[in-house]
């Protein structure tokens, strides 16, 4: 898949982690998220360009409509693998294989429910028929592909003696990836850290594959779930733009690239990803799939590097570093802004006053800054036309 050495020893300084994208599958499973073709193609353009390794295109027997959208991403990848979803079905895997075809490097992922709550009232399996269906999916994929990843899907609620069974099944049928799903989002970092490094231990074959994070969001632990797997030798994470997905979503792409670029002396990892397409890629994401971004999300919300106390704005006039930890330039935005509201103090007036091109005298910046506080104690949003024009009626009134 790559050329790219991938070394498995936890922490190891320099490791390429592999950033497996799946906006356009489990991103799209959110309700009213779907997107048509067209914008999907969009969406694969950008990550394609920004570095994601492996792009999960959608799951082509849900639908004629999926399966095209598939083929069409796979035929237009410049960079990325291209991978297709499938259960564990002959039908299901050919349509993956015939789905990814086109693509210079084609991925199909299969996989099955390993936890005994799904085997028993989603499947009505016994373990040993799921155990067969892994051997027999992984080799069946294989005829289309030889990068093919398996999942075993409630990894995190699965009894691990029969997790380890069903991994080394997979690997032995040639899967190359074995993907770890939280799919419930049930997990704790420490609880994930101890499963991936229980599986390196005691799955023979494990340290030759690739081991993925999936981390469903459920507890709001999804990226920190994904770093501990990370942490204990899992080199791919599986995420999406926004941390769209089921329910609370999955782990947001862009919140753990960031946490392993900005935290790099604790996180000694590194990905492919050009960072400074990160903005691009949230709001192409939010539109066509018209999801907003709430405010306050990491690295990519409308808050994210906003300021509005007096204090915080004062300290980020002196060094932004006192109140931002990565810089707006490094996921993509202009410049950080500092919001006039009712909290701003009076270094963030006289700055935005500069911007605006004026220069007033002392007496006339003191009565312009205690009118802009009464109007921001009764306006949400301070425009820059309301400053714009509580400067014009002092100088109008200067001039009576
Ligand atoms: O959450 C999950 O388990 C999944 C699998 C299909 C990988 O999305
Ligand atoms: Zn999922």
């Given at each position: 898949?790559?050329?790219e050495?991938?070394?498995?020893?936890?922490?190891?300084?320099?490791?390429r982690?592999?950033?497996?994208d799946?906006?356009?599958?489990d991103?799209?499973q959110?309700?009213?998220?779907s997107?048509?073709?067209?914008?999907k193609?969009?969406?694969a353009?950008?990550?394609?360009?920004?570095?994601?390794?492996?792009i999960?295109?959608?799951?082509?027997?849900?639908s004629q409509?999926?399966?095209?959208?598939?083929r069409e991403i796979?035929?237009?990848?410049?960079?990325?693998?291209?991978?297709?979803?499938s259960?564990?079905?002959?039908?299901?895997?050919?349509?993956?294989?015939?789905?990814i075809?086109?693509?210079k490097?084609?991925?199909i992922?299969?996989?099955i429910?390993?936890?005994?709550?799904?085997?028993?009232?989603?499947?009505?399996?016994?373990p040993h028929e799921?155990l067969?269906a892994?051997?027999?999916?992984v080799?069946?994929?294989?005829?289309?592909?030889?990068?093919?990843?398996?999942?075993?899907e409630d990894?995190?609620?699965?009894?691990?003696d029969?997790?380890?069974?069903?991994?080394?099944a997979?690997?032995?049928a040639?899967?190359?990836?074995?993907n770890?799903?939280?799919?419930?989002?049930y997990?704790?970092?420490e609880e994930?850290?101890?499963?991936?490094?229980?599986?390196?231990?005691?799955?023979?074959?494990?340290?030759e594959?690739?081991l993925s994070t999936?981390?469903?969001?459920?507890?709001?632990?999804?990226v920190?779930?994904?770093?501990?797997?990370?942490?204990?030798?899992?080199r791919?994470?599986?995420?999406t733009?926004?941390?769209?997905?089921?329910?609370?979503?999955?782990?947001?792409?862009?919140?753990?690239?960031?946490?392993?670029?900005?935290?790099a002396?604790?996180?000694?990892y590194?990905?492919?990803?050009?960072?400074?397409?990160?903005?691009?890629a949230?709001?192409?994401?939010?539109a066509?799939?018209?999801?907003?971004?709430?405010?306050?999300?990491?690295?990519?919300?409308?808050?994210?590097f906003?300021?509005?106390?007096?204090?915080?704005?004062h300290?980020?006039?002196?060094?932004?570093?006192?109140?931002?930890i990565?810089?707006?330039?490094?996921?993509?935005?202009?410049?950080?802004?500092?919001v006039?509201?009712?909290h701003?103090?009076?270094?963030?007036f006289?700055q935005?006053?500069?911007e605006?091109?004026?220069?007033?005298s002392?007496?006339?910046?003191?009565?312009?800054f205690?009118?802009?506080?009464?109007?921001?104690?009764?306006?949400?949003h301070?425009?820059?036309?309301?400053i714009?024009?509580?400067?014009?009626?002092?100088?109008?009134?200067?001039h009576d």
């Amino acid at each position: 898949m790559s050329t790219e050495t991938t070394s498995k020893t936890a922490g190891a300084p320099g490791d390429r982690v592999f950033i497996f994208d799946t906006t356009l599958r489990d991103g799209e499973q959110s309700p009213g998220a779907s997107m048509t073709r067209e914008e999907k193609l969009q969406v694969a353009a950008v990550l394609d360009e920004m570095g994601v390794d492996i792009i999960e295109a959608g799951f082509p027997a849900a639908s004629q409509g999926d399966f095209e959208s598939v083929r069409e991403i796979a035929k237009a990848a410049k960079n990325a693998v291209i991978c297709g979803l499938s259960r564990a079905g002959n039908a299901d895997i050919d349509r993956a294989g015939e789905a990814i075809a086109p693509a210079k490097r084609g991925r199909i992922h299969t996989f099955i429910s390993t936890s005994p709550l799904h085997m028993k009232y989603k499947l009505g399996k016994e373990p040993h028929e799921v155990l067969e269906a892994v051997t027999s999916s992984v080799t069946r994929a294989r005829q289309y592909t030889d990068d093919v990843e398996w999942s075993a899907e409630d990894a995190t609620r699965t009894e691990h003696d029969f997790l380890c069974r069903c991994v080394e099944a997979a690997i032995k049928a040639g899967a190359t990836t074995v993907n770890i799903p939280d799919t419930v989002g049930y997990t704790v970092p420490e609880e994930f850290y101890a499963l991936i490094t229980m599986l390196r231990e005691r799955v023979p074959g494990a340290d030759e594959i690739i081991l993925s994070t999936h981390c469903h969001n459920d507890l709001g632990l999804a990226v920190a779930n994904s770093l501990a797997g990370v942490r204990a030798g899992a080199r791919q994470i599986e995420c999406t733009i926004n941390g769209m997905g089921e329910r609370a979503g999955n782990a947001a792409l862009e919140e753990v690239v960031m946490a392993m670029r900005t935290r790099a002396d604790t996180l000694p990892y590194h990905t492919g990803i050009d960072t400074t397409m990160i903005t691009r890629a949230s709001k192409l994401v939010s539109a066509v799939s018209a999801f907003p971004v709430q405010y306050n999300k990491a690295i990519v919300g409308k808050n994210a590097f906003a300021h509005e106390s007096g204090i915080h704005q004062h300290g980020m006039l002196q060094n932004a570093q006192t109140y931002e930890i990565m810089t707006p330039e490094s996921v993509g935005l202009k410049e950080s802004t500092l919001v006039m509201g009712k909290h701003s103090g009076r270094h963030a007036f006289r700055q935005k006053l500069q911007e605006l091109g004026y220069e007033l005298s002392d007496n006339a910046f003191e009565d312009t800054f205690y009118r802009f506080k009464v109007l921001a104690d009764h306006k949400k949003h301070v425009f820059d036309e309301d400053i714009e024009a509580l400067v014009d009626d002092e100088l109008a009134r200067a001039h009576d």
